[in-house]
């Protein structure tokens, strides 16, 4: 393996070119340079980060070579913060996979967003959003990393947010559907401040577990986490090394919508279609599955003498993932909304990913969970970013986002149906397609680490995956429909401009392409790339649990297409070829109605969360109006008003009656005094002569008497 030299700077600008396009959008002005702009810049990234992939399919590393901008730059000199990039093969990966889809969702929005008046806002916010999502993945510390995540998270809720007028026709969820008395259905700007509020919970539980790391440890830098591992031992012996790893997995909990804080991405997808690609299937909801990348094997392998510590982390990142995506796979079992659909089943498969990190830290060899969470981002964000592109076209062209109202669609729009298929097929773990080997080896890992309940629950959710895959295909392209939502409106049946088409179509033809490459052991090398990344963290350390080589389980994988193929054929009977009609087995009453009305109030859980979080605090609010604030404060108000108007009265009283009659009565007898004494003033000096005679007489007769001479005479 040999370490090829690159420039520091390639990797700087895989995330400060989308930032450059970021300013672009306002500095160029309206029109096609502007457009242009967008898409340019966004690809320029995607090229540097193919140069740094190059090397690594080669099967060497990369060593970066500092020019014009060092790999690694000071920051917070004062605690000793540096800020640098990522070059390890599993980073290399990720980038490009974001960088990538990236582009090829900028150009697919040029014609998708054609015309719209916000486009100047639509290119700032997605550039924006590109260049925190490789900040997110480049970064070589918790904080800088923290800076990205909190930028896609402003992304999100300004794009989830985007037709922010809030037309009905913009709404997610049927208007006037309720759950336990709440509506469930939410206007654009209701839905981005849904997700600005629900991740915020997550990323509150993150900033304070990376916090604390850095008290414990005096650092934020992955490799200086690493390479002193005093911080990990002081953590166990308080008892914060589990607490504070899931503290940070909290951000990953919200970030990726897991249980519990799964309910904001159905509603997410109000946003257009091209966001819904892009940040809610394709990267932001995976910038968790990159924290608990980074964070896991810190925590294991800085405990490596004694891994059990931090066990109980890893089966809590594994259970959430596989309750996650079996609960998520119910849901979209039942609903009609295409696009909140394909959320469900995002939050599903990426609670796949979380199952595979998890259970790297349960198995005897922690790269292949690494690598198989690794494989199913790669997979799952290829097709399901086709997934969302046909669904832009399919809603735009039919006029109604109901796969209920769409049907026979199949020979009309050919090549969207063939990506739509590929991508399902998948979505669904069917051979060779890339998703197949992508979720065998996760559960292949469960069934190797002796996890048969977090194996079998998987397996469950894989049939509940192919059904609900292929019922979206019979409902959208299959079955005859007798008068086309979209017909008469403008939008002629017909496949989209190449513009709209090609990029979908190069999305299936790489979850092809990496479905073949599983058959030639892709698992392995992407497992040879998580041991190099982890190496690049332990430097000069040896891992006894670490290995880079995988087989094929054929037993587990069996079990596990035994479960897909059964979900695929219920999925082909009742919606592809229409033998049996589903009404006739949810009728209007009984076990089924029930558990069909359950799966499809999303399990109660978001009208709970309404009921307790925004309903209550809410119904508190006017309690406390009525009773507290106009009940209580208001009277004592009114009260302090009228005792301050009586006290008032009493003293304006007083004030009259008392004071204006001694003030008078004074003035009147200084009044009369002074007339007497103006009486004396005559201005004849022999009188004033008389009375000084006099005043002195009387002095001298009282000095006689007072002081007793008056005896000795």
């Not at 639509?122 to 970064?139: A, E, N």
């Not at 402003?154 to 997610?172: P, Q, R």
């Not at 079955?479 to 939008?491: D, P």
């Not at 513009?499 to 092809?512: D, K, M, R």
Request: proline share 4%; with cysteine.
């Amino acid at each position: 393996m040999t370490a090829v030299p690159i420039p520091s700077y390639f990797v700087w600008l895989i995330f400060l070119l989308p930032y450059a396009g970021t300013l672009a959008a306002p500095l160029t002005g309206r029109g096609r340079i502007r457009d242009v702009a967008a898409v340019l810049f966004s690809f320029l990234s995607a090229i540097f980060a193919l140069v740094l992939l190059v090397p690594v399919i080669e099967g060497n590393t990369i060593s970066l070579v500092n020019s014009l901008i060092p790999a690694s730059v000071p920051w917070i000199p004062e605690l000793g913060i540096s800020f640098g990039v990522l070059s390890d093969p599993y980073t290399v990966i990720i980038a490009n996979l974001v960088a990538w889809i990236s582009f090829l969702v900028m150009l697919y929005s040029v014609d998708y967003m054609k015309g719209d008046s916000g486009l100047t806002r639509y290119w700032f916010f997605m550039s924006f959003f590109i260049g925190s999502m490789q900040l997110i993945v480049l970064s070589n510390n918790l904080l800088s990393l923290f800076i990205g995540w909190e930028g896609v998270g402003l992304c999100s809720y300004a794009l989830i947010g985007y037709y922010y007028h809030d037309e009905k026709e913009n709404w997610v969820g049927t208007p006037g559907s309720k759950a336990l008395g709440m509506e469930q259905a939410y206007p654009p700007s209701h839905a981005g401040m849904k997700a600005f509020f629900m991740t915020r919970i997550g990323d509150m539980a993150m900033l304070a577990g990376i916090l604390i790391l850095f008290i414990y440890s005096g650092t934020f830098n992955y490799q200086q986490l690493a390479s002193s591992t005093g911080w990990a031992t002081s953590l166990a012996a308080g008892g914060l090394l589990v607490p504070v790893a899931l503290l940070i997995f909290g951000g990953a909990v919200g970030k990726s919508a897991q249980f519990p804080l799964q309910e904001w991405l159905p509603d997410a997808m109000a946003g257009p279609a091209p966001v819904s690609a892009l940040i809610h299937a394709a990267t932001m909801v995976n910038a968790g599955v990159v924290l608990v990348a980074r964070i896991g094997p810190i925590f294991y392998f800085a405990l490596q003498s004694n891994p059990a510590l931090i066990q109980p982390f890893f089966m809590v990142v594994a259970w959430i993932g596989a309750i996650t995506a079996f609960l998520a796979a119910t849901q979209a079992m039942v609903g009609f909304e295409l696009k909140k659909l394909l959320a469900y089943s995002t939050i599903s498969q990426i609670g796949y990913m979380m199952l595979g990190l998890g259970l790297a830290g349960l198995s005897t060899n922690f790269a292949e969970g690494l690598s198989a969470g690794l494989y199913q981002l790669l997979s799952h964000a290829i097709f399901k970013a086709a997934l969302f592109m046909t669904a832009g076209v399919l809603i735009h062209l039919t006029g109604t986002k109901y796969v209920n109202e769409m049907g026979g669609l199949k020979e009309k729009l050919k090549i969207t149906f063939a990506v739509f298929l590929i991508a399902a097929a998948s979505l669904s773990g069917i051979p060779p397609l890339s998703g197949f080997f992508a979720k065998d080896a996760i559960l292949a890992t469960a069934w190797g680490s002796g996890q048969y309940g977090l194996f079998l629950l998987g397996s469950a959710t894989a049939g509940l995956t192919a059904f609900y895959a292929f019922r979206m295909v019979g409902l959208v392209f299959y079955g005859v429909r007798e008068k086309h939502a979209g017909e008469g409106t403008g939008h002629e049946l017909k496949e989209p401009s190449p513009i709209s088409w090609i990029p979908y179509s190069v999305l299936a033809a790489g979850t092809v392409l990496i479905g073949v490459l599983g058959i030639f052991n892709f698992q392995g090398d992407l497992q040879g790339a998580s041991v190099a990344y982890i190496y690049s963290l332990f430097k000069g350390a040896s891992f006894s649990s670490l290995n880079s080589t995988s087989s094929f389980n054929f037993v587990s994988s069996g079990i596990t297409l035994a479960f897909a193929l059964t979900g695929l054929l219920l999925a082909v009977q009742l919606y592809v070829r229409r033998k049996t009609a589903p009404s006739a087995l949810v009728k209007e009453s009984g076990l089924a109605h029930g558990l069909y009305r359950f799966l499809e109030n999303r399990w109660y859980i978001n009208a709970i969360y309404y009921r307790v979080f925004v309903d209550a605090p809410l119904r508190a609010s006017y309690w406390t109006l009525d009773n507290f604030e106009l009940g209580v404060l208001q009277r004592v108000h009114g009260g302090g008003a009228n005792l301050a108007i009586g006290v008032s009265a009493v003293g304006n009283w007083f004030d009259r009656h008392v004071v204006d009659v001694a003030s008078d009565g004074f003035a009147r007898a200084g009044q009369g005094l002074s007339k007497v004494f103006r009486r004396l003033q005559t201005g004849i000096l022999e009188e004033y002569a008389l009375v000084f005679a006099i005043g002195l007489i009387l002095l001298l007769l009282f000095f006689l008497f007072v002081t007793g001479v008056y005896t000795a005479i």
